[in-house]
């Protein structure tokens, strides 16, 4: 029988206990192995399938020739005489929808609770660009 002595521990230990804890260590990182190259895997399926929505949101989201516009605000100072109609009027685009929708929204964006604006206001005004 083949004894070597463990430096790490002092005890005695046989070739063929080394043998197998060779072998348990090697199918260890071999299940290591393994697994890494599985996640590596799914990782990398899931990058795949965010580029493809990302790109075909892209290529699908808005139709060809179409030029995108974006909405912002911009301060109006109410002259004498404006009312919050005539100011939704120079402001106003298709894409605000309806008229009144258009004026109950410049009420919401300055917190306004009746159409009532004093000449000298400073009006927070949204509009497309």
Do not use: H
Not at 77 to 88: C, K, M, R
């Amino acid at each position: 029988m083949n004894t070597m002595k463990r430096a790490d521990f002092r005890e005695y230990v046989t070739a063929e206990q080394l043998r197998s804890e060779g072998k348990a260590a090697r199918a260890k990182a071999r299940r290591r192995k393994r697994l890494c190259r599985r996640l590596l895997t799914f990782a990398m399926t899931l990058v795949f399938i965010w580029l493809v929505c990302l790109a075909g949101t892209k290529a699908f989201g808005r139709a060809k020739g179409s030029t995108e516009r974006t909405k912002v605000l911009t301060s109006v100072y109410v002259e004498n005489g404006d009312s919050l109609w005539s100011i939704a009027e120079k402001y106003y685009t298709p894409e605000c929808g309806d008229m009144k929708d258009y004026v109950r929204e410049i009420k919401r964006t300055n917190g306004l609770n009746s159409d009532t604006i004093l000449y000298g206001y400073t009006l927070l005004v949204p509009y497309f660009k």
